[in-house]
């Protein structure tokens, strides 16, 4: 069994930054593929970024590209997106996944954090 927990979300000013984490405990965190998604009410679920086990690939939705940036310490356990020039559009719930394939379909990963709340405004 694989745990999943995020942190770092937040209200913030339109053109501002946050941090997200996402703390995995329970098996090998350097064996899945760990992806980031979001969630905006009334919407579905959508694929944000992506990278390997190594941290040495990464994938992003384009609406993210050249904002958020994904990694991984693989020595914390510990997954991360950095995200800067928020605008209001990104305000959703962030979950964190765990997958065995570098992939933006949510239903190839395994395994779901709870969320945490990212709220900007203009």
């Known amino acids: 069994q694989v745990q999943l927990v995020e942190s770092g979300g937040g209200l913030v000013q339109a053109g501002g930054s946050l941090r997200l984490s996402c703390a995995v405990s329970?098996?090998?965190?350097?064996?899945?593929?760990m992806g980031w998604f979001r969630q905006a009410p009334g919407k579905e679920r959508e694929f944000v970024a992506v990278i390997n086990r190594s941290g040495g690939s990464t994938m992003y939705a384009d609406s993210v590209k050249g904002r958020f940036t994904i990694s991984r310490d693989n020595a914390k356990n510990t997954l991360y997106l950095q995200m800067n020039s928020l605008e209001p559009d990104d305000t959703a719930v962030y979950y964190c996944a765990a997958s065995n394939r570098i992939t933006r379909r949510r239903s190839d990963y395994d395994y779901w954090g709870r969320g945490t709340q990212v709220t900007v405004s203009s």
């Open positions: 329970g098996r090998t965190f350097s064996s899945y593929v």
